[in-house]
Structures are given as C-alpha cells and as structure tokens.
C-alpha cells in the first residue's frame, strides 16, 4: 500500500474513499475473518481517530468482543441490548447523536458521547456489528453510514 492511511486535510468522502479502497485490498488478500477485523479496526481508527473502533461478533445468542482499538470494552452484549445488540435485532445501521439519550445504551466508557454500529451480513444472516464509539456528540452521519456499510459488506464474499 503506497498511499498513506492518515490523511491530515482533506473532507470525510476523500478519506472514507481511499480508506475503502484500502481495505478492499487488505480483505481481498486475507480470508481470516478475525485477521481482517483487526485490520479494518486499526485503519479506520487510525484514519479518523474515534475514541473507540471495534467488532463484535454474534456466537450463540449474543455479541461477543472481537478486534478493537481504544480502551477496554464491554465483552459480551444480548440481542436487543444497548445500540449494538439493537442494531443487531432489527438489522440496520443505527447512528445515535447523544447516547445518554438512547434507551438503554450500555456505558462501557464514560467518555463515550455518540455512537454509531452498522451490522454485517454474511450468507443472508447478521455474522457481527461494526461499532465505533466519539468522545464528542452528533460524530456520526449518512456520510459515516453510507461509507461504512460499503467497507462492512466486504465481509459478506
């Protein structure tokens, strides 16, 4: 990869656009799943420096902690439960501006102030969720969503 991940100017839709290119390529080499989760994790944590950047997987009949960066998180979330197991039952993105005013949202980090988790669809089932987590409110938008769903759906080959 001769382009450099950290764009230091430059709007969100250059920076999603190359990091997307970049992990198209990252996932067209490695078919470990857990291999490329970690990798997309650190890329997109490195391009845009959220407080936190991580997967979490479905075994069974919750969500598991996978590949992350940033502090310590929550390991184990039931289906329906805070924003990703939510995002996990209905099967949707959800972007959440404030967290402390989404119903039940689970404070893994004080620090955490908006949120936004996009699930991935493999073999017509939810395999995992893409969670990122700001420090700051109002982070995420249709901009976030929209890049985020296409790097996400590399998972689904």
Not at 59 to 87: D, K, N, S, Y
Not at 110 to 118: N, P
Not at 141 to 153: G, P, Q, S
Request: proline share 3%.
């Amino acid at each position: 990869m001769s382009e450099h991940l950290h764009i230091a100017e430059g709007g969100k839709t250059e920076k999603y656009d190359l990091l997307y290119r970049q992990a198209r390529e990252v996932v067209a080499n490695e078919v470990d799943t857990i291999a490329n989760m970690a990798n997309l994790a650190a890329m997109i944590h490195q391009t845009f420096g959220f407080w936190w950047t991580g997967f979490y997987r479905v075994v069974g009949e919750e969500l598991l902690l996978g590949p992350f960066q940033g502090p310590m998180a929550c390991t184990r979330i039931a289906c329906g439960r805070g924003v990703c197991g939510t995002a996990w039952q209905r099967g949707e993105t959800i972007v959440v501006e404030d967290v402390e005013q989404f119903p039940g949202h689970i404070a893994c980090s004080a620090m955490s102030r908006s949120e936004i988790v996009v699930p991935i669809f493999a073999g017509g089932k939810i395999v995992a969720v893409l969670d990122i987590d700001s420090e700051h409110l109002a982070t995420f938008d249709a901009t976030d969503k929209e890049w985020l769903e296409r790097i996400v759906a590399l998972f689904a080959r």
